[in-house]
């Protein structure tokens, strides 16, 4: 059974970095796409970034300059660094598989991290 | 960029037929996925490529595509199916994915 486990620092400054870890249990990350999503608190679903094991990226054209996600394979995790954070981005954060058929397919997302609320506050 | 709309709520008895819908511009030309988020949980796959089930999805879940809109059925509706249910496609042209606005579904 695959399971992801969000990890970060909950309570931020403005103008800070956040970074967020997600572990995989279950499956090896190689050769699996990797996802972040968030969602402000009351509000939808807002996709930031996904991976690939290799380190290929493709990210959220709105976040995309102070965006970066990284992978290691050796420890079967996968990180978000978000760069000069600020009310805007206080969210719940999740960290999901992106699974397909192919690379060509349409992707979906699952399963899914438990979610971890970050809040950016003087 | 593409968008998808979905009404914001909806309400419906228990017993019955739930239609949660999804549209947006060409919609027949892609493939739609689906998510349940209860009160407190994360998003949770209930509908993959259109119409397919993860394992442990009961049958009463369906998924359509038929028009300009995307349906979600959810037959003989039980008060464990009251959440927020997201649409969600991945944009071919900007390889990324794209989610709807959400539908508030209330079981009387």
């Known amino acids: 059974q695959v399971q992801l486990q969000e990890s970060g620092p909950g309570l931020m400054k403005p103008s800070e970095t956040l970074s967020l870890t997600c572990t995989v249990s279950g499956v090896s990350i190689s050769s699996y796409y990797w996802g972040w999503i968030r969602q402000p608190p009351g509000k939808g679903l807002e996709w930031i970034g996904y991976?690939?094991?290799?380190?290929?990226?493709n990210y959220n054209p709105s976040l995309k300059s102070r965006l970066t996600i990284s992978v290691d394979t050796s420890k079967n995790q996968f990180s978000l660094n978000l760069s000069s954070v600020t009310a805007a981005d206080t969210a719940v954060y999740y960290c999901?598989?992106?699974?397909?058929?192919?690379?060509?397919?349409?992707?979906?997302?699952?399963?899914w991290g438990q979610g971890t609320l970050v809040t950016v506050s003087s | 960029s593409y968008v998808l709309t979905q009404p914001p709520s909806m309400s419906v008895a228990p017993g019955e037929t739930a239609r949660i819908t999804c549209g947006g511009d060409n919609i027949g030309s892609k493939t739609f996925h689906w998510y349940q988020q209860k009160a407190g949980q994360a998003p949770a796959l209930v509908m993959f490529y259109g119409s397919d089930r993860p394992s442990g999805i009961p049958e009463r879940f369906s998924g359509s595509n038929s028009g300009n809109t995307a349906t979600l059925t959810i037959s003989r509706v039980e008060a464990g199916d009251e959440a927020d249910y997201y649409c969600q496609v991945w944009d071919s042209s900007s390889d990324h994915p794209v989610f709807g606005g959400g539908t508030k579904l209330t079981v009387l």
């Open positions: 991976i690939y094991d290799s380190g290929s990226t």
């Open positions: 999901a598989r992106v699974s397909t058929y192919s690379s060509s397919s349409p992707k979906w997302f699952d399963p």
